[in-house]
């Protein structure tokens, strides 16, 4: 990765709340994903809820993750079984971390679990939604990211088989969208018709993000992204992995403005989960 292609990635990243690195992935370790995320998917049922993910298949790694699950966390995850591990997930998380560093962001730490996501032939778009769960901590309003998602598309997406769309700059100013959707996932986005106006919104600010396989995007928790539908006869599959600040302080290398309120934020303010944008979201 040159310093020009991490310098505009970076750039991208905090301004639009994305960025996208080619090249990130070797061709052989790709092969080796597509053939185990096609195991898991033939082997594992789907689940209902996940009907505009396509799936959701959840694993740890042997030496990154953990089971325990945080308090904070709403009671729909408490008691969940654990999560398999796959040493194959380990060498996932570690992958990407010479991009991470290039891009500033080595102070990151993986959630130690992929996601596999796959829309089926044929399926429904993903809703509008972000994935930020703290928005009622004045981080919220941080100029940079706190938690990112990295997603690693396993072939050719596009528009056609049900590319990402992002809204650009939506992880720090608030859009006609933030006042009418429906809160993401388990918060009721599993429920909503797909004739809802808003959560499957054409958006004039909207933009499409095909990828290439091997290339990695990267993704700020607070933008709102979603889907086109799959109109395909293929599979369209990405492995999805968070990654998390280590700290709620100002980064080290920060040199420019930190808003007032992340100034004075208490350094023992506790964590609540919280998917709804609100004053921090200006």
Not at 183 to 195: F, I, L, R
Not at 216 to 240: E, K, P
């Amino acid at each position: 990765m040159t310093i020009e292609h991490a310098q505009s990635a970076r750039k991208s990243l905090l301004e639009d709340g994305y960025c996208v690195v080619d090249d990130a992935i070797t061709t052989a370790f790709l092969s080796e994903l597509r053939d185990w995320a096609n195991h898991l998917l033939k082997t594992t049922a789907p689940l209902p809820d996940w009907k505009y993910q396509g799936s959701d298949i959840k694993i740890n790694g042997l030496r990154h993750g953990s089971n325990n699950t945080p308090d904070w966390l709403p009671e729909v995850y408490q008691g969940l079984p654990a999560k398999p591990r796959d040493e194959i997930v380990d060498r996932l998380i570690e992958w990407p971390s010479q991009v991470l560093d290039a891009l500033g962001l080595s102070d990151f730490y993986s959630g130690g679990t992929f996601q596999i996501i796959s829309k089926p032939p044929k399926s429904a778009p993903l809703y509008w939604h972000q994935d930020w769960p703290h928005w009622d901590d004045p981080i919220s309003g941080a100029p940079w990211p706190q938690q990112v998602f990295l997603n690693w598309y396993l072939s050719e997406t596009n528009k056609t088989n049900g590319c990402l769309r992002v809204i650009p700059g939506s992880h720090l100013e608030r859009t006609d969208l933030h006042d009418h959707l429906v809160p993401a996932h388990e918060g009721g986005g599993y429920a909503v018709e797909e004739e809802n106006e808003w959560m499957f919104l054409d958006h004039p600010d909207a933009i499409d993000v095909p990828a290439r396989p091997g290339q990695l995007f990267i993704g700020d928790a607070r933008l709102l992204h979603g889907t086109h539908r799959n109109m395909s006869n293929q599979r369209r599959t990405v492995l999805l992995g968070w990654y998390y600040r280590r700290g709620y302080d100002v980064p080290s290398d920060w040199k420019a403005e930190v808003p007032r309120q992340i100034l004075e934020r208490p350094g023992d303010l506790p964590l609540r989960w919280n998917r709804e944008p609100g004053a921090y979201l200006t």
